[in-house]
């Protein structure tokens, strides 16, 4: 069983598929976060990816130096001058551009920027990184019980 799918007419592009390393979410393997201010270690910690999850977040002590200086401002000014932040699954990296970790709500004609990657006070023993919709948006998600994994493809840009 397959689900949610992946609509095979779109002729995605097939980053990668990874294998579930724990069942209580669809688990895999987190080698390293990197941003402006270098490499985060995350070691130790899983990547669950989540589809009920809007955004990405995992304990302060891992996104603090990762984020640290990137400013989204509320006015959607200076997106586009944001950096490149990187996820790595196994050996697989993932490049998500500012227009993708950063979330613009428009109500009423208003627009508004807002990060779609936070740190949170967690328990020390919260090994996790929670991998929501902002990272599945440019990398569509296929789960696979059948074969107790997890693919990525490339969405078009």
């Not at 992946?6 to 987190?30: G, K």
């Not at 508004?112 to 990272?135: H, K, N, R, T």
């Amino acid at each position: 069983m397959t689900m949610p799918g992946i609509d095979a007419d779109l002729n995605l592009e097939v980053m990668a598929t990874h294998n579930v390393i724990e069942e209580t979410y669809w688990n895999v393997e987190f080698a390293k976060m990197t941003g402006p201010n270098g490499v985060v270690d995350t070691t130790g910690y899983k990547a669950a990816i989540d589809s009920g999850t809007s955004l990405i977040m995992g304990p302060n002590s891992l996104f603090a130096p990762l984020l640290e200086g990137i400013v989204v401002n509320e006015d959607c000014s200076g997106v586009d001058a944001l950096p490149d932040i990187t996820f790595t699954f196994d050996t697989t990296d993932y490049v998500l551009k500012a227009n993708d970790y950063v979330l613009r709500e428009t109500i009423l004609d208003q627009t508004q920027c807002i990060m779609g990657i936070m740190g949170a006070e967690l328990p020390s023993d919260f090994m996790y990184v929670i991998v929501g919709d902002v990272f599945m948006r440019p990398f569509p998600t296929m789960f696979n019980r059948d074969t107790n994994t997890v693919t990525f493809y490339k969405a078009d840009e």
